[in-house]
Structure formats: structure tokens, C-alpha cells
């Protein structure tokens, strides 16, 4: 059974860096049917992508962060990490890690099958 | 950047209901369209995927519809456990990838 799992501190300070691992179990990430990505969700709030990999480092970045995100694959530690730049406040959020998979006619990887639990991280001084 | 829109935000119901969530896409995404339900405090659950597709393991109360622009996402019978947050999700010009601002399903 596939599970994954995120870690890093849960309390980062403004303008530093936030930075998460996601530890992969029950599949290989080095799997070529699937990417490896990072949702996040601000508290009471919605879910949104923040951007994804393959393990080869092909990666996609959610626009408005691109400037200050990098997810990155490990490959000898079956793990994938997300690092990000100059937080403030607005960048508190529960930040989940997820597989995703083709869909049946392969057009994308866009399908979220596979979920880490999430882990909050507050940013605050 | 494609944009979508849920409806309604919330919603009240009954156990046995029949109940349809509306999501709208701000440009044509083809089928490329999915979506998760929420329990508070867990992660995300994929529960259709490709506009109709159930995705395995899935009750069969659950039930998706539409391509382009218009999407609904339908519960027959609604159980106790059904009660959550609703998310659509589009994927079709990758990147980014968005989701609907959700829909938080409540006992009446």
C-alpha cells in the first residue's frame, strides 16, 4: 500500500525558508506512470497547487510562485522535497504532498490519487 | 489562467437526499476534470476523475457529468459519511493546475 508521508519544521520565520520532504513508501518513486507534487491549504481555506515533479526533474510551478519555489527528487532516498523562499504570513498553510497519476488517455499527469496526512506550517517572527 | 468556479459554497441536506454540485470552467477543458472530497482535518480523497469516471473503490451514489465548461458532481442517497467539503479540479492547460473553491456539504 502506497503511503506517503511529509516532514520539516512546523514553524518557520519570515523571510526564511520552508522547507518540506515527503518520504515515499509502497512504490517506487522512480515510477514512469507517475509525478510527485505539493498542494497546500491555508487554514478554512481551499486547496492550492503549488507544483509538481517527475523523478527525472522535470518539474511545473504554480506561476505565482515559481519565482520563489524548488521541488526537488531524491531518488536514492525514495523522497521528493519542496523548498520555499522568502515566506511571510500568507504562506501559513497545511502543506500536503501527493502522487500523481495519467489520466486514462494519458493527455497529463492531473490526477491527485494519493495523499500525504499534511503537516501545518506557521510562518511568524 | 483557467479559472473555476463552485456552486453553491455550502449546502445543507438531509441523509437520503439527492445532492449536485456545480463546478464552471472560465475556458473549455475538455473532460480533463476531477474530483476529491475533504473529511476536516484529512487529506483530500480522489472520488471521480476524467469528468465521469468513479474512481476504484468508490460507492456507486457518487456520480460526475459534463465536458467544455459545465461539470456536476452528484450524490444519490446521501449517507453520514458523505458529509465533507467537495473540490473540482482541472488539469487541462498544465501549468497550473486549479482547483473550485470547494463545497462544504452539512447536515440539514
Known amino acids: 500500500q502506497l503511503q506517503l508521508q511529509e516532514s520539516g519544521p512546523g514553524l518557520v520565520k519570515p523571510p526564511e525558508t520552508l522547507s518540506l520532504t515527503c518520504s515515499v513508501s509502497?512504490?517506487?518513486?522512480?515510477?514512469?506512470?507517475?509525478?510527485w507534487g505539493w498542494i497546500r491549504q491555508p487554514p478554512g481555506k481551499g486547496l492550492e497547487w503549488i507544483g509538481i515533479?517527475?523523478?527525472?526533474?522535470?518539474?511545473y510551478y504554480k506561476p505565482s510562485l515559481k519565482s520563489r519555489v524548488t521541488i526537488s527528487v531524491d531518488t536514492s532516498k525514495n523522497q521528493f522535497s519542496l523548498r520555499l523562499r522568502s515566506v511571510t504570513a500568507a504562506d501559513t498553510a497545511v502543506y500536503y504532498c501527493?502522487?500523481?497519476?495519467?489520466?486514462?488517455?494519458?493527455?497529463?499527469?492531473?490526477?491527485?490519487?494519493?495523499w500525504g496526512q499534511g503537516t501545518l506550517v506557521t510562518v511568524s517572527s | 489562467d483557467i479559472q473555476m468556479t463552485q456552486s453553491p459554497s455550502s449546502l445543507s441536506a438531509s441523509v437520503g437526499d439527492r445532492v449536485t454540485i456545480t463546478c464552471q470552467a472560465s475556458?473549455?477543458?475538455?473532460?480533463?476534470l476531477n474530483w476529491y472530497q475533504q473529511k476536516p482535518g484529512k487529506a483530500p480523497k480522489l472520488m471521480i476523475y476524467?469528468?465521469?469516471n468513479l474512481e476504484t473503490g468508490v460507492p456507486s451514489r457518487f456520480s460526475g457529468g459534463g465536458s467544455g465548461t459545465d461539470f456536476t458532481f452528484t450524490i444519490y442517497s446521501l449517507q453520514p459519511e458523505d458529509f465533507a467539503t467537495y473540490y473540482c479540479?482541472?488539469?487541462?492547460?498544465?501549468?497550473?493546475?486549479?482547483f473550485g473553491g470547494g463545497t462544504k456539504v452539512e447536515l440539514k
Open positions: 501527493a502522487r500523481l497519476r495519467y489520466s486514462d488517455s494519458r493527455y497529463a499527469p492531473g490526477l491527485f490519487d494519493y
Open positions: 509502497g512504490d517506487s518513486i522512480k515510477s514512469n506512470s507517475h509525478y
Open positions: 515533479s517527475y523523478y527525472s526533474g522535470s518539474t
Open positions: 475556458q473549455d477543458i475538455s473532460n480533463h
Open positions: 476524467d469528468a465521469s
Open positions: 479540479q482541472e488539469y487541462h492547460n498544465l501549468p497550473p493546475i486549479t
